[in-house]
């Protein structure tokens, strides 16, 4: 079993940063791939950007390719996402997510979820 929380979500002005941290515990961090996703009220939760399981390949969403970076750090068992240049369409919840599939790039390939963690993006 694995336990993912996140942290860092917050109010933001447009233009502004963010990161937004999960910590994993449980089974070995290692051999998962994680990812974030968000979800709006009405909507289906939507791919962000993900992480394989091994090495550091990585894929984002093109809405926000070029803004957001994910990483993580396999010793400190902990996945970021660094979220910048902010839009008001970037307000959700955010989700980390972790699987046993090789690269996490849709919600049904998950296996483990965080319990969000609120952005709002809003001037």
């Known amino acids: 079993q694995v336990q993912l929380v996140e942290s860092g979500g917050g109010l933001v002005q447009p233009g502004d940063s963010l990161r937004l941290s999960c910590a994993a515990s449980g089974r070995t961090f290692r051999t998962l791939s994680m990812g974030w996703f968000r979800q709006t009220p009405g909507k289906d939760r939507e791919f962000v950007a993900t992480i394989r399981s091994i090495g550091t390949s990585s894929y984002y969403a093109d809405s926000v390719k070029g803004r957001f970076t994910i990483s993580r750090d396999r010793a400190k068992n902990m996945m970021y996402l660094q979220m910048n240049s902010l839009k008001p369409e970037d307000t959700a919840v955010y989700y980390c997510?972790?699987?046993?599939?090789?690269?996490?790039?849709?919600?049904?390939?998950?296996?483990?979820w965080g319990q969000g963690t609120q952005v709002t993006v809003s001037s």
């Open positions: 997510a972790a699987s046993n599939s090789e690269v996490l790039i849709a919600a049904r390939l998950a296996d483990y």
